[in-house]
């Protein structure tokens, strides 16, 4: 076989991971400008549930820029396994570290504070 015949293209699947991208950028950004009251005021889990969409959208786009632009796809499942469960570990604890210390800071430095909410 010739080299041209083992290529194969990922035009469409790049467009198609793009369009994705695109769209969760565009939602964050409307949902960061717009900042809806019923999301941004109320709270859930300690934080509001803006922030919460925020993460899991956050989370999206790493996992597709990971699966395709990194072309974690391709490697063996033990290997992708590895990377995606630690970097996916690592991030949940840093996302619930920042959320409670951040309550607990806010909690101490709002008496101290005028812009309180």
Excluded: C
Aim: hydrophobic share 55%; aromatic share 14%; charged share 15%.
């Amino acid at each position: 076989m010739t080299h041209q015949q083992e290529h194969i293209s990922h035009t469409k699947l790049i467009w198609k991971v793009f369009s994705i991208l695109s769209v969760i950028t565009i939602a964050e950004v409307y949902l960061g400008i717009t900042k809806p009251a019923a999301l941004h005021v109320t709270k859930f889990l300690g934080t509001s549930p803006l922030n919460i969409i925020f993460l899991i959208l956050t989370l999206v786009k790493a996992y597709y820029i990971t699966w395709f632009f990194m072309h974690m796809a391709d490697e063996k499942k033990g290997l992708r396994r590895a990377v995606i469960w630690t970097a996916g570990f690592l991030i949940i604890y840093l996302a619930a570290l920042l959320l409670i210390e951040g309550s607990y800071i806010n909690n101490v430095l709002v008496p101290l504070t005028k812009w309180n909410y």
